[in-house]
């Protein structure tokens, strides 16, 4: 990552993180790319999902 973005989250987005990190693993990311786990997920994979979820 370049560029740090920092935002302050919502206790309750704290909360769901937290119940995210037994599936996420050792991995610092919440979207992980698929083959490289340390960089985050394309923006046109994002975009693709939101896409189909809307068909």
């Known amino acids: ?3 740090e973005h920092l935002i ?3 206790r309750q ?3 769901i993180l937290e ?5 996420t693993g050792r991995y610092d990311l ?3 790319s698929e083959r490289k786990r340390d960089q985050a997920m394309s923006d046109n994979t994002m975009r693709r999902v939101i896409f189909q979820s809307e068909q």
């Open 1 to 3: 990552m370049d560029n």
């Open 8 to 10: 302050q989250l919502s």
């Open 13 to 15: 987005t704290i909360e």
């Open 19 to 23: 119940q995210l990190k037994p599936i």
């Open 30 to 32: 919440v979207f992980p």
